[in-house]
């Protein structure tokens, strides 16, 4: 096993990773920007380098700057969390030639996932769900305009390079085709410097649905079933859960067999994401694949009572997976604690926090970074804590959820605990049956947006 590891992020994730380490025996080296001087992953790292300014393409996604200091160090090994350089190719690339192991994918399974129309062009071809749409990118309006008759209207135009919603346009019929598929491409030249999309049918009111899953190196590849991702607002997930409500024996059973179908021709290795769109119906396509940790993952790890980051960590390492999957046991409710006004469209809200209490108890963890007086810096997400939640079933969850909601203290900033109040109250999210539209719906409501 690695003697040390380099964590080349901040915030919660960084001392999430350096939690894992301690336990495992491993020493841990945190980078910090400047302005990071002051938080708790700088304090509870073995060692600590600070490799620039505040901005994050000054410090962060600094890549010489990095790899030096885990020279420097004698870190055998870098955790790259999530964002960041995370899904960077070129990163991996460069930890590989400098005799570092990349605790995340090889470039090449960083740029093949990274372009989502090559990914499900992949997926498909190796009998993995997927939305019917082209096969591959669409180069030109006239081929677009008859892939969509084919497919029927609505359809959605997306970015390969995209993600996330940027370079997406939803077209209802033949005469915004055109229009729209110009926008898409250049909002993705504009934003990836990539103008490829690719066509799809509209898939109306969708739960986004994603399956956990870890490959080590003897090819054995797991999921560890599913989170529901639904409650979004922009494309910035509030709300995760698992299991997802809709979710069966059997329909767990069929997308997680595709899911480790998908990962398993791809010769997957490590933690990943298999992301699916679901329909009313219960239909199910792959939609993209994370090659990373997410932000969600602890609502996965309760309910299996599972270390992701430890499995993570022993499959680079070269060891085989740990903890083998199982049935989930409970349910899990994730809630992220942003520094943001929900009565101002989210707007993130940095600066000091003057009193902070975290809630407690049975069933109750908080993944954070944060502590009474620590000044939020604006250079940064707004993403103060994770809320996550554990009962033996969904009510109970959500009465826990509402308790622990209740006890969550923070004053000197808004941040989306108001909110998330709310949202415990909503008989729609109560009832369990809601798609990716709840979170427009309720705001609109609430005249808020
Ligand atoms: C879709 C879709 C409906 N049909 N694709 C949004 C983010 C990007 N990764 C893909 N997205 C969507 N793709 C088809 N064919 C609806 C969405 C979508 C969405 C997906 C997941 C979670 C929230 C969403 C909010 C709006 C649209």
Not at 48 to 53: K, Q, T
Not at 62 to 69: E, G, T
Not at 85 to 109: D, R, T, V, W, Y
Not at 192 to 219: A, S, T
Request: a negative charge; charged letters at 25%; hydrophobic letters at 40%.
């Amino acid at each position: 096993m690695f003697k040390k590891i380099l964590i080349a992020n901040r915030g919660e994730i960084a001392l999430r990773i350096i939690r894992t380490c301690k336990e495992l025996g491993v020493k841990t080296v945190a980078v910090y920007s400047e302005a990071d001087k002051h938080s708790l992953h700088v304090t509870f790292a073995d060692e600590a380098v600070c490799i620039g300014p505040a901005l994050s393409k000054d410090s962060y996604l600094k890549i010489p700057v990095i790899i030096s200091a885990a020279q420097i160090t004698g870190a055998e090994a870098i955790h790259p969390g999530y964002g960041f350089l995370a899904e960077n190719a070129n990163f991996s690339e460069i930890c590989a030639e400098s005799g570092i192991k990349f605790i995340g994918p090889s470039p090449e399974m960083i740029n093949m996932m990274g372009n989502k129309a090559n990914a499900k062009e992949t997926m498909r071809r190796n009998g993995v769900p997927v939305i019917p749409g082209s096969d591959g990118v669409v180069t030109n309006v006239i081929d677009g305009k008859a892939i969509a008759h084919e497919i029927g209207f609505p359809v959605i135009i997306k970015a390969s390079a995209g993600g996330g919603g940027k370079g997406m346009r939803i077209v209802q019929d033949e005469s915004e085709f055109e229009n729209a598929f110009q926008t898409a491409s250049s909002e993705a030249v504009a934003s990836f410097g990539n103008g490829e999309v690719y066509i799809e049918k509209y898939l109306e009111n969708p739960r986004h649905i994603e399956f956990q899953i870890m490959g080590d190196q003897f090819g054995n590849v797991y999921h560890y079933g599913e989170r529901d991702c639904s409650i979004q607002r922009r494309h910035q997930k509030l709300i995760e859960e698992s299991p997802s409500p809709i979710m069966d024996a059997e329909l767990r059973r069929k997308m997680g067999e595709a899911a480790v179908l998908g990962a398993k021709s791809v010769n997957y290795e490590g933690a990943g994401t298999i992301e699916c769109l679901v329909d009313k119906y219960k239909n199910f396509y792959f939609m993209e694949m994370n090659t990373r940790i997410q932000v969600e993952h602890p609502v996965t790890e309760a309910v299996n009572q599972v270390d992701l980051i430890r499995q993570q960590i022993l499959v680079a390492g070269g060891e085989k997976i740990e903890t083998m999957p199982k049935d989930p046991i409970g349910h899990a409710i994730e809630f992220r604690i942003n520094a943001e006004d929900p009565e101002k469209g989210f707007r993130p809200n940095p600066g000091k926090i003057e009193s902070l209490h975290f809630p407690g108890g049975f069933g109750i963890r908080i993944d954070s970074h944060v502590y009474q007086s620590y000044v939020i810096p604006p250079h940064y997400d707004s993403l103060l804590a994770k809320l996550i939640v554990w009962g033996t079933d969904r009510k109970i969850a959500i009465k826990r959820a509402r308790r622990a909601m209740e006890e969550f203290t923070v004053e000197g900033v808004k941040t989306t605990i108001p909110f998330h109040l709310e949202v415990l109250e909503n008989e729609q999210f109560l009832s369990g049956n809601f798609d990716t539209s709840f979170l427009d719906n309720f705001l609109k409501e609430k005249n808020i947006n």
